[in-house]
T-cell receptor, first 115, second 114 residues
Framework: GQQLNQSPQSMFIQEGEDVSMNCTSS?????WLWYKQEPGEGPVLLIA?????ELTSNGRLTAQFGITRKDSFLNISASIPSDVGIYFC???????????????FGQGTILTVHP | DTGVSQDPRHKITKRGQNVTFRCDPI?????LYWYRQTLGQGPEFLTY????????KSRLLSDRFSAERPKGSFSTLEIQRTEQGDSAMYLC????????????FGPGTRLTVL
């Protein structure tokens, strides 16, 4: 089945530093999504990407849809303590008219920001 | 505009008991999804509905699991004869038909099976 590999698994950074994380897949996805999850809560949608090569920003967050359609990247600039959480990538495929609804998630990147 | 809501937020039950969770999607979202998340992992897809029709089920959804969305609004997920391996966070998400790629999640129901 489809699998997403996210790296790094965890990051410990100082406030103000920039953060980069990525997600790779063995399969092509038509849509890439990035979510943030805090303890005891559901994932919150940060950015959605729809086209290969697309670069999209949401405040201090920037994400890119890889041109091979098998990877995606998320950058956070000038990190702040409230950026702490688990960041998940997720891919969606509608190849062959099936699985229109199924998101496949990575394992997550745990981000810790030291003040 | 309220987000996706789930009830209860926490459930503790004994092995062998039946449990039922409810999800209320964002108003006018006609797609509703159920996922399961275990500690240290990303959410895993279980099933989804478009209106009242259940369009896809994962192999993770054993015969003990059943989901319904009878009127195309709220949904219930029932687990019969719970097992300790069912302990997880059960997440519900919804999306609008014209932007189904963007799924918005509820806060989840944390199930603990003793």
């Amino acid at each position: 089945g489809q699998q997403l590999n996210q790296s790094p698994q965890s990051m410990f950074i100082q406030e103000g530093e920039d953060v980069s994380m990525n997600c790779t897949s063995s399969s092509i996805f038509n849509t890439w999504l990035w979510y943030k999850q805090e303890p005891g809560e559901g994932p919150v949608l940060l950015i959605a990407l729809y086209k290969a090569g697309e670069l999209t920003s949401n405040g201090r967050l920037t994400a890119q849809f890889g041109i091979t359609r098998k990877d995606s990247f998320l950058n956070i600039s000038a990190s702040i303590p409230s950026d702490v959480g688990i960041y998940f990538c997720a891919g969606l495929t509608n190849a062959g008219g099936t699985s229109y609804g199924k998101l496949t998630f990575g394992q997550g990147t745990i981000l810790t920001v030291h003040p | 505009d309220t987000g996706v809501s789930q009830d209860p937020r926490h459930k503790i039950t004994k092995r062998g008991q039946n449990v039922t969770f409810r999800c209320d999607p964002i108003s006018e979202h006609n797609r509703l999804y159920w996922y399961r998340q275990t500690l240290g992992q990303g959410p895993e897809f279980l099933t989804y509905f478009q209106n009242e029709a259940q369009l896809e089920k994962s192999r993770l959804l054993s015969d003990r699991f059943s989901a319904e969305r009878p009127k195309g609004s709220f949904s219930t997920l029932e687990i019969q004869r719970t097992e300790q391996g069912d302990s997880a966070m059960y997440l519900c998400a919804s999306s609008a038909v014209h932007s189904y790629n963007e799924q918005f999640f509820g806060p989840g129901t944390r199930l603990t099976v003793l």
